[in-house]
């Protein structure tokens, strides 16, 4: 056997058993979760009103419904107009667009903790939303917002050139062509960002109990604090009272996400064969 062919086999090996470890790892995880949790779905749990007794995790689920609405209401239009300017307005290797991207990614690695503290400081204090659900919203906009823009201009740079060129060939113009030939092409891509940004909306809890609070009760105004179910299954966790309902709070967390990805990944195919 040749050096290169040894090589080759050593790397395939490799890969194939890093792979194994992942799916190994995460199988443990999510079984773990499920026979703690799901023998403790109890009706109490899903009670409209949370008591110490049934600990329930309705007002943090609709609570979170909203969180997730509103942040992506403030952060995909916002990430999906600087990844057009970005990608089809701008001068390519211009120093603006590069400073831009490098800013984004820095922003992409920022601890969660950090974008906290600047809600507390600037929508909490400064801006005088008080602890709330918008404060948590728009904290959490910004936290998703490098990450929906980055996704959203590499999929409309990964839109073939001769799509803009025929576009531009049957007399359309430049924002016609944007928005009728490129972003339809681009929409599995970015809706994969989207729903990168709900999942990491969905698990947030550093950010959000320096800006949502953790009052467990359905938030009535965007001005009341609140918590998530994140935030409320690190609640139950910290008191340490109640564990079982921890684990049904996140068995429910990981239906949620589940949901998600299956409703995204179905929309994006749909766009994909161009059935929407």
């Known amino acids: 056997m040749t050096t290169n062919r040894l090589k080759s086999l050593l790397t395939k090996c490799l890969v194939y058993a890093a792979s194994l470890f992942t799916v190994a790892v995460l199988l443990v995880i999510v079984a773990d979760i499920l026979r703690h949790g799901v023998p403790h779905l109890t009706p109490d749990l899903f009670a409209w009103k949370y008591d110490s007794v049934n600990v329930s995790l309705t007002p ?13 209401l403030a952060a995909v239009p916002a990430g999906l107009g600087a990844a057009i300017y970005l990608a089809e307005y701008a001068a390519r290797g211009r120093f603006f667009v590069k400073a831009v991207r490098i800013t984004a990614e820095t922003l992409s690695g920022i601890p ?8 507390l400081l600037f929508f ?3 801006c005088r939303m008080g602890i709330s ?12 917002l490098p990450l929906v823009m980055r996704t959203a201009e590499e999929a409309l740079r990964a839109v ?8 531009f060939g049957l007399g359309a113009g430049r924002l016609r062509t944007v928005f009728c ?10 809706l994969a960002g989207v729903i990168l ?4 909306i969905v698990g947030e809890t550093a950010a959000l ?4 609070g953790t009052v467990a009760e359905v938030a009535c105004s965007v001005f009341d604090s609140s918590r998530t179910l994140a935030v409320h299954m690190y609640t139950l966790s910290s008191e340490g009272l109640y564990m079982n309902q921890t684990y049904a709070t996140a068995v429910m967390l990981l239906i949620i996400t589940a949901g998600i990805n299956a409703l995204s990944s179905f929309a994006a195919r749909r766009f994909a064969h161009g059935s929407v």
């Open 60 to 72: 943090a689920l609709i609570n979170t419904l909203s969180m997730t609405l509103l942040a992506l």
């Open 112 to 119: 969660s903790i950090i974008y906290g503290l600047f809600g």
């Open 209 to 212: 109990i320096y800006t949502a």
């Open 160 to 167: 073939p050139d001769s799509y803009r060129e025929a576009s």
């Open 133 to 144: 659900l918008l404060a948590g919203a728009m904290t959490l906009a910004m936290m998703i």
């Open 197 to 200: 940004g709900i999942g990491r």
């Open 181 to 190: 030939v490129v972003l339809p092409s681009a929409v599995p891509g970015i």
């Open 124 to 126: 909490v204090t400064a």
